[in-house]
């Protein structure tokens, strides 16, 4: 069992940044990969950017490609997401999630055991 619970979403002015943090619960969390997704009004959730389970692989959606940069501590518990260069389409609920027992990060959301309650970002233009 995991549990996740995001944090800094906020309102920000296109090309600025923000940083999104998820703390996770659960002996687990070691043993997964985890991913960022996100859920814009009137679109699919999609996929932004993955870990690997040692943190040695990352892997981005092409629309945050050399923007978005996701990392872990696995001592703390803890996935971030560096956001830079926003723009107003990246607006959206975002969500961490684990894929339990898998190591590689997976760009299916479906395949995703546990998510986070969400934490929304806007961006200006």
């Known amino acids: 069992q995991v549990q996740l619970r995001e944090s800094g979403g906020g309102l920000v002015q296109a090309g600025g940044s923000l940083r999104v943090s998820c703390v996770a619960s659960g002996r687990t969390f070691s043993r997964a990969a985890l991913g960022w997704l996100r859920h814009a009004p009137g679109k699919e959730r999609e996929f932004v950017a993955g870990m690997s389970w040692t943190g040695s692989r990352t892997y981005y959606a092409d629309p945050v490609k050399g923007r978005f940069t996701i990392s872990r501590d696995n001592a703390k518990n803890t996935v971030y997401m560096q956001m830079n260069s926003l723009k107003p389409e990246d607006t959206a609920v975002y969500y961490c999630?684990?894929?339990?027992?898998?190591?590689?990060?997976?760009?299916?959301?479906?395949?995703?055991?546990?998510w986070g309650q969400g934490t929304q970002v806007t961006v200006s233009s």
């Open positions: 999630a684990a894929h339990v027992g898998t190591y590689y990060a997976t760009p299916i959301p479906s395949d995703y055991d546990y």
